[in-house]
């Protein structure tokens, strides 16, 4: 044991060593770096916070102990670990950190959870004025509450039920940073919707610039609509099961809630369509 231990070890400095002299990774590891320039450092309990210097610590994040508190709440989850939140105004950072700009093109995301758990980051965006910095920390935190809950080969699984984790994350996190029911149902109510994953045939007749924001309130109002109509703590037990095994949600869902997930889908669609719900 103390053998695989040593070379886990020794595998573990190889690949920070690595990481550290190549600047693709760099910033997969800069929450653990020893030396970060420019940006400084303060620890509160349940999480460490690291911002720019030239920017300061963002006041709201002063309280990330009781942010952490509301969202566990919100979600009716224990946090397992502590969380480290890296607040950047430098898109380089955070597209490296998150591996986001890995893909094609970087999006204008407030924030992003790795699927560890244990690292958020908040992005130049959140930094501009009139942004809820809390509201964008609680939503990542809702992403990193969930991947505590299972082992890090399951949270693949869970980022591809993109409705389900993202709904989660805007209801318990910052709704208001999307468009609220009044203006969603304005976009959605008409004879042609269907349920985002499902087909995007009703974004046709959403205006381009809000196409990701109405996708986000979509998914809130779908789980509102599914504890609207089961009850929080039905919901609740449904969630854990897919946290325990996100593809087999839909067994899940017939398990929980006595119906089929594709019939459920079609009345959420038809609430839509009629304008019953949201509620107004
Ligand atoms: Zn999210």
Not at 11 to 18: H, K, P, S, Y
């Given at each position: ?20 002299s190549h600047?693709?990774f ?5 929450p ?6 420019g940006?400084?450092r ?5 999480g ?15 309280r990330?102990?009781?942010l ?11 946090f ?11 898109w380089?950072l ?6 986001l ?8 995301v407030l ?12 992005s ?7 942004r809820d910095?809390?509201g964008v920390?609680r ?33 318990a ?26 087909g ?11 196409r ?11 789980i ?7 009850g ?19 067994a ?9 997930f ?14 019953t719900?949201?509620?107004?």
């Amino acid at each position: 044991m103390k053998r695989i231990k040593r070379a886990a070890r020794i595998g573990v400095l190889l690949l920070v060593l690595f990481a550290l002299s190549h600047t693709s990774f760099s910033g997969l590891l800069f929450p653990w770096s020893p030396v970060r320039p420019g940006y400084a450092r303060e620890t509160f309990s349940g999480g460490t916070v690291i911002y720019t210097k030239r920017g300061g610590m963002p006041p709201a994040y002063r309280r990330v102990g009781d942010l952490m508190a509301e969202v566990s709440r919100a979600n009716g989850l224990r946090f397992r670990e502590d969380v480290t939140v890296v607040v950047t105004d430098d898109w380089g950072l955070f597209n490296r950190g998150t591996l986001l700009g890995w893909k094609a093109t970087p999006l204008p995301v407030l924030g992003a959870a790795l699927q560890t758990g244990t690292v958020i980051y908040v992005s130049p965006l959140a930094l501009e004025p009139g942004r809820d910095m809390a509201g964008v920390l609680r939503h990542e935190l809702t992403h990193a509450l969930m991947f505590q809950q299972m082992p890090l080969r399951q949270t693949f699984a869970l980022v591809r039920l993109d409705w389900f984790e993202e709904g989660l994350a805007v209801r318990a996190g910052n709704p208001r940073d999307y468009l609220d029911d009044h203006a969603w149902s304005l976009h959605a109510r008409h004879p042609g919707y269907r349920f985002g994953p499902w087909g995007d045939g009703e974004l046709r007749t959403v205006p381009e610039e809000l196409r990701g924001s109405f996708r986000l309130s979509e998914y809130r109002v779908f789980i509102e609509f599914l504890v609207g109509r089961y009850g929080r703590d039905r919901f609740f037990a449904y969630r854990d099961d897919v946290l325990r095994d996100p593809p087999a949600h839909e067994a899940a869902f017939q398990r929980h809630f006595g119906a089929p997930f594709a019939r459920v889908v079609a009345e959420f669609e038809q609430a839509v369509r009629e304008g019953t719900w949201p509620r107004a």
